[in-house]
């Protein structure tokens, strides 16, 4: 019996500001929530104590039917640095082994960071109109390192779930930062 749920669902999405309505939740990221992924505590330490930076915002659409789901994410980072690191996602990896995800970059520049957390490692430069097919099994992070707005649409089942404790603790194998008013990837240690 087909189900209320199980019928198709369109939003409008706008690829210059990153906004879709109907949107079902927002969650905002600031440096607060990120502090221990970023190298410069005492960037980290001045930002919180002038009161916090937004770095960016997810707005979610949760395709549930009574057979399966398939989320919609759209992530919005704004430009900006913690010391001379770019503002990027939390990064994660998926819970489940065999899940994968899709990352359309729509606006802005940067770099989509994949690591294995096993030795192996991947930047994909990121500029409008490039889709990244992310395989299971490689944590991923994006980073703007632009002055202008980076919008990308994430396409994921709901059940793949967030694991951010690995990527805490591990790090990803480079970090994008400013040198010389360029964008470079370089090791944390040689941060
Ligand atoms: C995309 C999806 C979401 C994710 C978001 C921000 O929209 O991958 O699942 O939550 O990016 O990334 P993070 O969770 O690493 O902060
Ligand atoms: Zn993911």
New binding site residues.
Partial sequence: MRQEIDYPISVMFDAKSGIFNPCKKT?E?KVSDLKMMFHDQQAVQSILSAGDQLV?E?R?YPFVTSKSDM?L???RIFPGKVGREYHM????IHQRDDQP?I?YCVQGSGYLLLDTLDGEFRAEPWQPGVITHIPPMWA???VNTGNDLLV???S?HLA?G?D?EK?KQQGFAKIAVENNGKPELISPKDY
Avoid: D, L, N, S
């Fill in positions: 969650e990221r960016y997810i979610y989320a994410g759209v992530t996602t939390k990064g994660h995800e990352y991923h992070r994006a990308f649409v994430a994921y793949a967030h951010y990527v």
